[in-house]
């Protein structure tokens, strides 16, 4: 405890307050002996770090309880990695500074739930490096990413109906190997179909407001 608590640049005692909050888990016991290891100062650091961002200790423990409790990267990525996206990892303090006061602990399980973050010893993992960094920028706008996760869970639900329609098609006329090495013109009808839709919607905002 004391060579943990001297890397971590904290005290015995306040080592032993952040056990008593839950702020890292418990060490590995060997009879009388309590052995720390790396993952234990790298959560410390990441305390440390969400500490001088301006979280509260409540805020941490429930963040701390809501990625112990997490998906993991195997469930995330299912059978195997996207064929097409880059998942990033990311440690606490990263995915924090992505999302600027909005890493709540409710936010934090939405994003498990909805198969967006993993976790992976102390690392997060995002599923994909698009996804990140759109959700990122959209907050940035000032959109709430409670709001950005609501609208992603509903784009998700549109995009297995059209994944859908597109295997459907394409499983009527070829056989299932062709699936794969068709899916470009997949993403392309739904890019160009969501090109033209943004285009009326924008024309008829415009119109709406020289009305006004």
Excluded at 31 to 60: C, M, Q
Excluded at 140 to 156: N, Y
Aim: hydrophobic content about 40%.
């Amino acid at each position: 405890m004391e060579e943990l608590a001297r890397l971590a640049g904290i005290t015995v005692r306040t080592l032993r307050f952040y056990r008593e909050r839950k702020l890292i888990p418990p060490p590995r016991r060997e009879g009388r002996i309590a052995w720390y290891d790396d993952h234990h100062l790298a959560r410390l650091r990441t305390v440390a770090a969400l500490l001088e961002r301006g979280h509260t200790l409540n805020g941490i423990a429930e963040l701390a309880d809501a990625f112990d409790h997490g998906r993991d990267v195997g469930d995330l990525l299912g059978l195997g990695e996207p064929t097409e996206e880059t998942p990033v990892r990311l440690t606490p303090e990263e995915l924090a500074a992505r999302f600027e006061g909005e890493v709540t602990p409710e936010n934090l399980a939405a994003a498990m739930d909805l198969g967006y973050l993993g976790t992976d010893g102390d690392e997060l993992v995002h599923i994909s490096h698009r996804l990140l960094d759109v959700s990122s920028a959209l907050v940035r706008e000032g959109i709430p990413l409670a709001e950005v996760l609501d609208a992603g869970k509903r784009v998700r639900d549109h995009a297995e109906a059209l994944a859908d329609l597109f295997a459907d098609l394409v499983l009527r006329h070829a056989p299932d190997q062709d699936l794969q090495r068709l899916r470009p013109l997949a993403r392309s009808v739904v890019e160009a179909e969501l090109s033209l839709a943004l285009d009326r919607r924008v024309h008829a905002q415009s119109e709406r407001a020289q009305r006004s």
